[in-house]
């Protein structure tokens, strides 16, 4: 099994910045996709960014382009989320997700999820 815990969530104001972690223990993996993603209440999950574990290849969704960076350490299993230009519309529990397969894609969450972590922008 693999266990991902996030950080870093609190309250922001729009237009300011914060970044989220995220630490993968347990199993061993080098390859997949860990992405984040976000569920704000009464709406669906989706996801925000993601990146290739093995290359660093990044996707993000439209609406954060341009102000979320994701990044990661390959051999510290670790994933940040560098939020900034926040918007009221960012607020939402992020949850870090995995896949580790060598089929992952962008667009199908993996099976490892973390608890999430709350984010909240002020107007």
């Known amino acids: 099994q693999v266990q991902l815990v996030e950080s870093g969530g609190g309250l922001g104001q729009a237009g300011g910045s914060l970044r989220l972690s995220c630490v993968a223990s347990?199993?061993?993996?080098?390859?997949?996709?860990m992405g984040w993603y976000r569920q704000a209440p009464g709406k669906e999950r989706e996801v925000v960014a993601a990146?290739?574990?093995?290359?660093?290849?990044?996707y993000y969704t439209d609406s954060v382009k341009g102000r979320f960076t994701i990044s990661r350490d390959y051999f510290k299993n670790t994933m940040w989320l560098q939020m900034k230009s926040l918007k009221p519309e960012d607020t939402a529990v992020y949850y870090c997700?995995?896949?580790?397969?060598?089929?992952?894609?962008?667009?199908?969450?993996?099976?490892?999820w973390g608890q999430g972590t709350q984010v909240t922008v002020s107007s």
């Open positions: 990146i290739r574990w093995s290359g660093g290849m990044t």
């Open positions: 347990g199993r061993p993996f080098s390859r997949g996709v």
């Open positions: 997700n995995l896949d580790p397969s060598s089929s992952a894609t962008y667009s199908i969450s993996g099976p490892y």
